[in-house]
Structure formats: C-alpha cells, structure tokens
C-alpha cells in the first residue's frame, strides 16, 4: 500500500462515480484486517504507530468512496474541478426559483403531510441529480459540469435535512 495513492487506487476499485456498494464494504474490511494495529505488535510502536497511519487513511477514503455526494466531489477535485461550495454559489436560475418555491412552501407547510410532500420532492430531485452527476462523471467525462451539480445536491441535501428538523419539530 502507498500512502501516496488516491482513494480508489487504494481500494483497487476503478475511478468512476458508480461503485458497488458492498464491494467497497468488502474491500474496507479487508485493508483494515491487513494494517489492523494489532498485528503489529511484535514489531514494535514504529511499525504500530504506520499500521495505525493506515487505518486512519483506509476509513478516510472508506468514508469518501462510499458517500455519493463525497466520491462526487472527490472526483471533480481529482480531475481539477474544485467545489469551493464556499466560494461559488452561483446556481442556474431555474435550480434558484425551485429552491425560492421549495423554501415558501417550507414556511407555509402546516401539517406533516405538506411536510412529507416537500420532502419527497426534494428526494427525488436529489436523486434526479445523482443520476446526472454519475453521467457528468462517468460518461461525458465533464469534470466542471459535474462541480456545478454537486454544488446543487449539496443544496439540495441540505434543504432535506431542513424538513426533516421541521418534521421532527411537529411529531414531537
């Protein structure tokens, strides 16, 4: 193993947006096992003190790779299309007016279910984008394009979590 190595050299999975699943499960298993501490023990704290480096490193990208949002990213950065969902907010004005109509609705839910429906369209929408970033990704090979829909279901997730606090407000 290099420590040098991008997340999915790492896992010897190939660098694309669509993963399965259970093999990177399989396969985090399996690196854990082979820099597990323990096994280090004979050869004394240096060798521990590496084993542990790579454990640390293995569950980091263990933790990019199996995320969608985060792999997204990931490769966006890797092929020199940063996020800087920080810095560069501008959004296209149709995904602006959806996020205006979605957040007055927002305010004038009064029920669970007005609730529930808001968040089913913002989960389909979600995964709407998903579909679009993997062929972004993996098909047009458009980095940039790719950055800019990222930054969108970053928006977009975060609105989710917004109506679910409020849900949870109103069944409690």
């Given amino acids: ?81 940063p996020i800087n969902a920080e810095n560069n907010t501008a959004m296209p004005a149709v995904f602006l007016m959806q996020q205006m109509e979605w957040r007055e609705a927002l305010e004038d839910a009064e029920s669970i279910e007005d609730l529930d429906k808001i968040a089913l369209e913002s989960r389909t929408d979600g995964r709407e984008q ?10 047009k090979k458009d980095f940039s394009e790719a950055a800019q829909q990222v930054r969108s279901l970053m928006f977009i997730e975060r609105f989710a979590r917004e109506v679910d606090a409020r849900i949870e407000l109103l069944e409690q």
């Fill in 1 to 81: 193993m290099n420590l040098q190595s991008n997340d999915f050299e790492l896992f010897g999975v190939p660098m694309q947006f669509a993963q399965d699943r259970a093999q990177l499960d399989a396969r985090w298993k399996e690196l854990q096992r082979e820099a597990h501490p323990d096994k280090f023990a004979a050869q004394g704290p240096a060798a521990q003190r590496l084993a542990m480096q790579w454990s640390v490193r293995i569950n980091e990208a263990y933790q990019r790779l199996k995320d969608p949002l985060k792999r997204a990213s990931y490769l966006c950065e890797l092929h020199g299309a």
């Fill in 130 to 139: 998903l579909l679009k970033i993997e062929q972004s990704l993996d098909q």
